[in-house]
Each structure stands twice: as structure tokens, then as C-alpha cells.
């Protein structure tokens, strides 16, 4: 026999195989990576819907007296500043900048909900728990939360007379809790697309009643199942990040472009320092993007010269169903970060010619801003 | 997964099928499976001459990329322009539309050398396992 660790299935993984799709291993969960293809469930997103299960991803429960003060220390972006049923992107760093993980922090009436990947779940809870005062609990959720994202510009549609009106009227980054086919659940209005969408977070007691219901109410829409394929090049046509190719322990929000999310005026925060030299002294390195001539693809790791010298690393690379060219993202010295640089990428035995390109590559998705 | 007779194939997950000591070449259904969506396959100049086992060209998938590795030893009699134009055609008809390359065999026996369909099935479960 050889030694296997057995994989976590989500309560959707019986619809998964029952729908045909291709498993992998994807953070010790047995995920589907392809339903009927990557650009086929890729243009589904952006041209009419598509139903993702993300329920890998961790939740964890934070409340107790000084719980948006504590979680202002541990991120980087302005916890303090969120409204009730308003929804944050956020790094996380260590006290050297570094990233441990990028996540969502949710402000509840009572309690703040912080969404992690998949990846990063153990790491963040023993990081957090580590840094917790008396006074804030912290509870991993994850095992009792279904997660799915309903994503395109028919979601909205999709979702209408199963969920409360209002809903349908929330900005992008506010939530509500409410009803979900008669179901309690949280109605998010965010995703990881580009595109107009809702992730729902409900108990998987309720993961049939869900599931169900949006088959039932999405096939006249033309819903599609999606992968972890195409939700990967969904996310790096719009140049977000990928924890663990574009950012991890080693990079600082500030190289992966993510500025917006560093509040230097709310006060201390893990990073702080490390990061008010950066902005002094200026970035040695900087996250671009770039897109490539012809069809060959950048992949995770391959070099990135200028004038013949290596100059850094592909952190990310597709082929751009939407744009229909290769692309990716990387790290480079700050001096050839400007858009239209010139760069080469050793792709085995050739060189392929790339030109620093302004993200979001994709512009035209339909996500409310 | 099931295998058509009319081809032999390699563990490579190549297939090649055999006319007057010239083979065409593609890959197998399974090796499309595992790469997803094709967007590119660079294949070589006609003229070229191949040895077995050796890289002559790369497949690109959306997700993942190949090496291509000549089944037999020849030379590159015609190669597939079509799928310039639609690379999807290697997903969507893999022993057909989809062929890549058409060797003529420096050895026209060394085509009994590839492996039966059954045989191949064999590789693809032990390699699948």
C-alpha cells in the first residue's frame, strides 16, 4: 500500500463528479480543476455566469471587545474605517513586511467574519491566534461554512426572487446576511472575476438546498460549472493576486503594487516600518504585468531578462482567453517597471519577447466598482 | 477512456498511423484530457529529420505546457498548418483534425515497435494510478 493522506472533499463533491469533472489535489482538498474546458467555462464568466465552489477557502470568527483594533494591527488596510455590511481586501503581514496571506475581512453588526485561502488556513490561524490579546475570540469556521461564488453579468438575474431584493441592490464590496433559497446565508457582492457576482457563505447542512436551487434557477441563464483552471486565468486577466506565485513571506505589498491597501495614517500595524522605508527609500523590485508576442506562454518561474541580463522571475503566466495572447506577471527591478519596457523570458531552449503592460489587462469586465 | 485500433502509440502519449513508410503523428485523447485547452503548437520545419524520442516541437494548453517527442526516427514530410489558425482542433479531434507531423520513416519496420492500443490503455492506467 502506499501511504496517502486522505483529501477533504467539500459537501459539493459529489455534484462534481456526477458533472464529469477533472479532481486535483488543490491545498488538501479534492477540487474540480475542469468541468468541459478552461476557456469554455472562462468565457461562461464573462459572457453570461458561472458557479464556483470555493468552500476550501478558511472563515474565521472574530469578536470580543477591541477585535477591529486588534485586526488593524494584523493588516495592512483600514479595518477601523469599514462600515456594517461592507466587505475589505487586505494583505496580512509579518513585522517584516512580508505577506502571510491576503484575505477578506467582513464587518458583521456584532462580529467580524476574515476569509483566508485555502493554502494558508493552518499558517493564518496559528498567526493570529499567536498575536490575539484577551478579549478577542477567534474561531475557525470553516468546517461549519459552504462557500460558493455565482459570478457574470447574469448573476445578479440568476439569484433574483432567491435572495432579498436588496440584495440585489448591494454595491461591490457590501454584503447582508439574509435568505438564500430559504436558506440563512451571507450574500456578498464580491469575487475574484472582474465580472458582476455574489459569493455566499451558508452552513453545509444547506449545501443541497443551494446547490439545487441554483442549477434549477441558472440553466435558463446559461450558468456553467468553473474550475480552479479558469478561475485562475478569470483572476490574472484582471491582474489580481495569487498567493504563492504572485505573493508570499518574501514580498511586500508595496513590490506586488497593492498600495491602496496600505494604510500608513490608521497607526501601527505589523509591517508598518519596513514599509514607510520602502516608500521612502523606493522599491527595489515591482510586481508588472506583461504581455507577450505570439502564442508562447509564461509559466511560474521561468526567468525575465533585460538586455540579456536576468532581471527576475515570472510569478504568474495564461494564455488570455478573453485577450487571446499570452500573459503574466512578475517581479522586475523598479527601473524596468514602466509600462512598454521591453523584456525576455527564457522559456526553455528560447527567449520570448514581452512588453510591460498595464493591468487590469481585462477592461471591459462588469464587476460594480 | 478508449483507444482507437487504427493507431499505435507511444508512452509518450503520442499516436502515429502508418501509410506507404510514412507515419502521421498527434497526441492521444488522454494527453488532451490531462492538458486542457490547446492555444499553440509549435511544430518544425518540413525537412527536418527526427530522432526517436527526441523533442520536435511544444504544445500549449491554457494551464500547462508539453514537449512533443518524435515516436520514430524519419524525416518531416508535412506538418499540420491548420493548427495554426485553430489550435482547438487538437482537443476537439485528436486522431484526426488534430494530427501534427507526417514522417517518413527512415525505417518503415520500426512502426511494429510502438505500442497496441491495449498496451497503451496499460501505460495510461499504470501512469494514472
Known amino acids: 500500500m502506499q501511504p496517502t493522506t486522505a483529501l477533504k472533499h467539500t459537501p459539493f463533491y459529489d455534484y462534481h463528479r456526477a458533472a464529469g469533472a477533472k479532481l486535483v489535489d488543490f491545498a488538501g482538498f479534492e477540487m474540480p480543476v475542469r468541468y468541459t474546458g478552461d476557456v469554455r467555462e472562462h468565457m461562461a464568466v464573462r459572457q453570461t455566469a458561472g458557479l464556483f465552489d470555493i468552500t476550501h477557502m478558511g472563515e474565521f470568527d472574530v469578536r470580543g471587545a477591541g477585535a477591529a483594533e486588534w485586526l488593524d494591527r494584523m493588516v495592512t488596510n483600514h479595518v477601523g474605517a469599514l462600515a456594517v455590511g461592507q466587505a475589505l481586501y487586505s494583505p496580512m503581514c509579518r513585522p517584516d513586511g512580508g505577506i502571510v496571506d491576503d484575505l477578506l475581512v467582513y464587518r458583521y453588526e456584532d462580529h467580524y467574519m ?92 444547506h449545501a443541497a438546498t443551494v446547490w439545487d436551487g441554483l442549477m434549477a434557477s441558472g440553466q435558463p441563464h446559461g450558468l456553467e460549472l468553473i474550475g480552479l483552471g479558469a478561475r485562475d486565468t478569470l483572476r490574472l486577466e484582471m491582474g489580481y493576486m495569487l498567493y504563492g506565485n504572485d505573493i508570499d513571506d518574501t514580498t511586500t505589498p508595496l513590490e506586488a503594487g497593492l498600495g491602496w491597501t496600505v494604510k500608513m495614517a490608521k497607526g501601527e500595524f505589523h509591517g508598518r516600518e519596513v514599509m514607510a522605508k520602502q516608500k521612502a527609500d523606493g522599491l527595489k523590485r515591482r510586481l508588472v504585468g506583461f504581455q507577450l508576442d505570439g502564442r508562447r506562454v509564461p509559466r511560474h518561474g521561468m526567468a525575465i531578462r533585460s538586455a540579456g541580463r536576468v532581471v527576475g522571475a515570472v510569478a504568474s503566466g495564461t494564455f488570455s482567453p478573453s485577450l487571446e495572447l499570452p500573459l503574466g506577471m512578475g517581479y522586475v527591478e523598479s527601473a524596468l517597471a514602466a509600462n512598454g519596457t521591453a523584456l525576455e523570458i527564457e522559456a526553455g531552449s528560447t527567449t520570448l519577447a514581452a512588453r510591460v503592460t498595464a493591468r487590469p489587462f481585462y477592461t471591459r469586465g462588469t464587476h460594480r466598482s | 477512456m478508449t483507444f482507437p485500433d487504427d493507431v499505435r502509440y507511444t508512452r509518450e502519449h503520442e499516436w502515429a498511423r502508418e501509410q506507404g513508410g510514412v507515419v502521421t503523428v498527434g497526441i492521444t485523447g488522454y494527453a488532451t484530457d490531462q492538458l486542457g485547452d490547446v492555444v499553440f503548437v509549435e511544430l518544425p520545419e518540413v525537412g527536418r529529420k527526427l530522432e526517436t524520442g527526441k523533442t520536435f516541437g511544444v504544445v500549449e494548453a491554457v494551464k500547462t505546457v508539453s514537449d512533443l517527442y518524435a515516436p520514430l526516427a524519419g524525416e518531416v514530410v508535412e506538418v499540420n498548418g491548420a493548427l495554426g489558425d485553430n489550435p482547438a482542433v487538437v482537443n476537439a479531434d485528436p486522431y484526426g483534425q488534430g494530427w501534427m507531423v507526417k514522417i517518413r520513416l527512415s525505417d518503415p519496420s520500426s512502426f511494429q515497435s510502438l505500442l497496441s492500443s491495449a498496451d497503451y490503455a496499460k501505460v495510461v492506467e499504470e501512469q494514472h494510478a
Open chain 1, 114 to 205: 476574515v476569509v483566508v485561502n485555502a493554502a494558508n488556513l493552518a499558517k493564518d490561524f496559528a498567526w493570529l491566534a499567536q498575536h490575539k490579546p484577551a478579549g478577542v475570540t477567534l474561531t475557525d469556521q470553516s468546517d461549519e461554512t459552504a462557500l460558493l461564488a455565482v459570478q457574470g453579468p447574469k448573476a445578479a438575474e440568476i439569484l433574483r426572487g432567491h435572495v432579498p431584493d436588496a440584495a440585489l441592490d448591494l454595491g461591490y464590496y457590501r454584503f447582508m446576511p439574509g435568505t438564500l433559497y430559504g436558506v440563512p446565508a451571507t450574500l456578498s457582492r464580491t469575487g475574484y472575476t472582474g465580472e458582476d457576482g455574489f459569493e455566499l457563505y451558508f452552513h453545509p447542512r
